[in-house]
């Protein structure tokens, strides 16, 4: 059946894309002075409805896929264009990996949104944990359930709460992946666990119920390491109700501020690509960080854009993205496919993004891991691995059919510590030891 021509363009976002579109533009309204006479919101489907004068300057307002956005920049007709993004991160990443210099503007985040003072309360009173948005591995629900799990195991009274609907998409970022049924996964994964209070899914609920239901201590909680994760809409509105947060330290929450707050490293952030016997290890390590860090006041304002940024004239668009065409080789035209899983298949693409990714996760200390393949390796190396983690730490997986391609060269000379499994060929060893002048460890 064909489909109404008026029907929105789908995205999973959607939801939370047009309650930005709403603040955003309210912002605008705000303030005058930035002189913006027409914006177009290259993410959401209302942007690809306005009506543009392409005789005067535009303003770009990019969400999530800000990493994409460097190569559309060909589609922009009018004379100046004005760029905006709402994280931090983002803005810094667009900023150095295309335009070289400081060009970005910033919309501040509590300028969007308001916020509740928080009020911490005590690990050890029952807690009703609340995460809210799409039941996703590019959310790592797996992640979570282990760490709420691990956090009961140790005494925590605790329930996890998951309002959403599941989808089945993977982290792009990380290549191409197999399709599997998401929900029935996680359906079996909580299954599977010897739960204290077992996880409540309510499936896809508005955010005027979930955020007024009645909890115990109310607290919400986001372990995303989502590469599009910019904002963060139901951290929000959890924090428009005054509720303490537990979220990691990745894109967009990075600029989240609260007088109650646990910040999880990404790196301690089990990742949903990864076998579940590691997740279970490190889900261990995020319970222990929880408990140890409690919940800490993160007030201190970030300084914002020192000036509004002029826009850029077509040429230093066009000469831009050439020079980030070049840098990458034919693989960058994989870039603009339905998703990045291909590009990132590419030596030349995955190179980008883990230097994309230093801006969205932050400083870290590598561990790598090289063996023939994860999926295989078994729980006991993990714990040798997870013995000598610590909350600085993260780690990055090589396979050895990839060990000489560039973006693996990038991960060796600056891991912080080297791990090979038994399925690494002798020659391999030769190769790290003699040439690169690496040590390693056995495991």
């Known amino acids: 059946m064909k489909i109404k021509r008026e029907t929105p363009f789908w995205d999973h976002c959607n939801t939370s894309m047009g309650y930005l579109w709403e603040k955003i533009e309210a912002y605008f309204i ?196 989502n590469f599009q994760e910019d904002f963060g809409v139901a951290v929000a509105q959890a924090q428009e109700e005054g509720w303490p947060i537990i979220v990691s330290d990745f894109g967009g929450h990075k600029d989240i501020l609260s007088e109650a707050m646990i910040k999880i490293p990404a790196g301690l952030c089990p990742q949903s690509h990864w076998p579940v016997s590691l997740c279970k290890e490190l889900a261990e390590k995020t319970a222990d960080y929880i408990l140890k860090e409690e919940f800490s006041s993160f007030e201190v304002e970030q300084k914002e854009c020192a000036s509004l940024f002029i826009g850029k004239s077509l040429a230093e668009l066009d000469h831009l993205r050439r020079e980030l065409v070049k840098s990458i080789g034919p693989s960058a035209h994989l870039v603009m496919r339905d998703n990045l899983n291909e590009f990132a298949d590419t030596p030349c693409g995955s190179l980008l993004i883990y230097r994309a990714l230093d801006y969205l996760e932050g400083p870290a200390k590598d561990i790598l891991l090289i063996s023939e393949d994860i999926t295989k390796d078994s729980a006991q190396e993990f714990k040798k691995i997870m013995s000598e983690w610590t909350s600085e730490n993260r780690l990055q997986w090589i396979s050895t059919a990839n060990l000489k391609h560039k973006d693996s060269t990038y991960l060796l000379l600056r891991a912080n510590k080297i791990f090979v499994t038994k399925s690494v060929a002798p020659e391999d060893l030769v190769y790290l030891k003699e040439v690169l002048g690496l040590s390693f460890t056995g495991l």
Not at 40 to 68: E, M
Not at 91 to 111: A, T
Not at 143 to 155: C, H
Not at 159 to 172: I, K, P, S, T
Request: overall charge neutral.
């Open 30 to 225: 705000r303030h005058p002075e930035f002189n913006s006479l027409q914006r177009f919101y290259s993410d959401f489907h209302k942007g690809f409805s306005t009506k543009i004068d392409y005789k005067l300057p535009l303003d770009v307002i990019t969400f999530g896929d800000t990493f994409k956005k460097m190569f559309e920049s060909g589609l922009y007709a009018n004379p100046e264009v004005r760029f905006w993004n709402i994280g931090r991160s983002f803005k810094n990443m667009q900023d150095d990996l295309f335009f070289k210099e400081e060009s970005v503007n910033l919309i501040p985040r509590y300028e969007l949104f308001d916020r509740l003072k928080a009020s911490a309360h005590r690990l050890s009173e029952p807690m009703d944990l609340i995460y809210a948005g799409r039941i996703s591995a590019q959310k790592n629900i797996e992640g979570l359930l282990l760490t709420v799990f691990s956090l009961q195991k140790r005494g925590v009274p605790c329930r996890l709460h998951l309002f959403g609907a599941f989808d089945n998409q993977v982290h792009e970022h990380r290549g191409r992946f197999k399709s599997v049924d998401y929900q029935q996964k996680i359906e079996d994964l909580i299954n599977d666990l010897s739960w204290a209070d077992e996880p409540i899914l309510y499936g896809l609920v508005d955010s005027k119920e979930w955020a007024k239901k009645s909890y115990q201590n109310p607290t919400f909680i986001s372990l995303s390491t």
